[in-house]
């Protein structure tokens, strides 16, 4: 740095001028390390769009763990263990909601 800043005084060379120059701070930050921003920046439409989808997933399987246990005498049902069935919707509603 310091041979390219002497090069860079005697008019010899512009590479101090070219390399070692300040960038300018990303908008909303008082200081900074480099062009990059300071602080997050989120996509929020897309995650509304997500959290909507999850939320809607997970009410649809508790709506459907109601309606099994509504109709657990149903023979189809019953043969596939209603238990089993609840306890595998209620498991996917949890990860929904996670």
């Known amino acids: 740095m310091e041979i ?4 860079h ?9 070219d390399v070692f120059t300040c960038l300018k ?4 930050c008082d200081a900074c ?10 996509n929020w439409p897309f995650r509304i769009s997500l959290l909507t989808i999850s939320i809607g997933c997970a009410i649809g399987t508790i709506l459907l763990a109601g309606y099994l246990f509504h109709h657990r005498k149903v023979k189809v049902f019953k043969v ?3 238990i089993f069935l609840l306890i595998t919707l209620i498991g996917c509603a949890i990860m929904y909601l996670e």
């Open 9 to 17: 005084q005697d008019n010899i060379s512009n590479y101090y001028a």
């Open 25 to 28: 701070c990303a908008p909303g």
């Open 33 to 42: 390390s480099g062009p990059e921003p300071c602080l997050a920046d989120y």
């Open 80 to 82: 596939a263990s209603p």
């Open 4 to 7: 390219a800043w002497k090069e």
